[in-house]
C-alpha cells in the first residue's frame, strides 16, 4: 500500500496562471480530504468527499477554488489565476469512513505562485 | 465557534525527558479528538484517538493522551523522549454536530536536544 498519493510535489506558477493538484487516496476508503497549510493559519480545511460526491465544502475560498472527484481513485483541486496569498502546502488525506476515523495524509503538494 | 487551542508553540526537552503538549477545545456535545504528528518536509501522520471510553488512550512510539471532559483538555504526553520525536504536533477536533471536519491546532514544535 504506497499511502496517498500527492502529484507534484512542488509547483510553481506565475500570477495568474491555473494550477491543477492531483491526489490519489488509499484504494477501499470512502473519504477524501482537502487541507490547506500555511505558517500563519496553519491547517484549514477546504473540501470533503464521500464515495466520490461532495459532502462539505465550507472551507473553499468561492472564488477561483474547485475540486473534484470524478472516479475512486483520485480527485483533484484546482485554481483557476492562481495568487501569491495560495501559495501553500495543499494536504490531501483519505480515510475508510469519515472525519472520525484515522486520516492518511499524503505528502502534500508544495505551491508557490510568484 | 468550536475551536482547538494550543497553548505552546514550542517545546524543547532534553533526551529522555517527559514530556506534555497541550490541547483544550470547546465543548460542543460529542466529541472525536485525535492527536497527529508532522515531521519537516511530510504529511501528518496519525498517533492517537478519543471519542468514549477509558480517557487515557495509548498511541504509536509510546505516546498518550489523557481526555478530560472538566478541562475540556486532551493533552499529549511521553514519559521518555527521543530525538526523533522532534517534530509538530497538532490537536485535532471533530465535533459531532459538525461532523465532516476535522479542526486542527496550531501546532506545537517539540524540539528534543542530545
Known amino acids: 500500500n504506497a499511502g496517498v498519493i500527492q502529484t507534484p510535489r512542488h509547483k510553481v506558477t506565475g500570477k495568474g496562471q491555473e494550477a491543477t493538484l492531483w491526489c490519489e487516496p488509499i484504494?477501499?476508503?470512502?473519504?477524501v480530504f482537502w487541507y490547506r497549510q500555511t505558517i500563519v493559519q496553519g491547517l484549514e480545511f477546504l473540501t470533503y468527499?464521500?464515495?466520490?460526491?461532495?459532502?462539505?465544502d465550507s472551507g473553499m475560498p468561492k472564488e477561483r477554488f474547485s475540486a473534484q472527484m470524478p472516479n475512486q481513485s483520485h480527485s483533484t483541486l484546482k485554481i483557476q489565476s492562481t495568487q501569491p496569498q495560495d501559495s501553500a502546502v495543499y494536504l490531501c488525506?483519505?480515510?475508510?469512513?469519515?472525519?472520525?476515523?484515522?486520516?492518511?495524509f499524503g505528502h502534500g503538494t508544495k505551491l508557490s505562485v510568484l | 465557534t468550536q475551536t482547538v487551542s494550543q497553548s505552546d508553540a514550542h517545546v524543547t526537552v532534553f533526551e529522555g525527558d517527559s514530556v506534555e503538549l497541550r490541547c483544550n477545545y470547546s465543548?460542543?456535545?460529542?466529541?472525536?479528538l485525535s492527536w497527529y504528528i508532522q515531521h519537516h518536509g511530510h504529511g501528518l501522520q496519525f498517533l492517537l484517538k478519543?471519542?468514549?471510553?477509558?480517557?487515557v488512550v495509548q498511541g504509536v512510539n509510546g505516546f498518550e493522551a489523557e481526555f478530560s471532559k472538566s478541562d475540556s483538555s486532551f493533552h499529549l504526553r511521553k514519559a521518555s523522549v527521543h530525538w526523533s520525536d522532534s517534530a509538530v504536533y497538532f490537536c485535532?477536533?471533530?465535533?459531532?454536530?459538525?461532523?465532516?471536519?476535522?479542526?486542527f491546532g496550531i501546532g506545537t514544535l517539540l524540539s528534543v536536544k542530545p
Open positions: 484504494s477501499g476508503h470512502s473519504a
Open positions: 468527499f464521500r464515495n466520490q460526491a461532495p459532502i462539505d
Open positions: 478519543y471519542y468514549s471510553g477509558n480517557p
Open positions: 488525506a483519505s480515510s475508510l469512513t469519515g472525519a472520525n476515523e484515522r486520516l492518511f
Open positions: 485535532a477536533v471533530n465535533y459531532g454536530s459538525s461532523g465532516n471536519k476535522l479542526i
Open positions: 465543548y460542543g456535545g460529542s466529541i472525536y
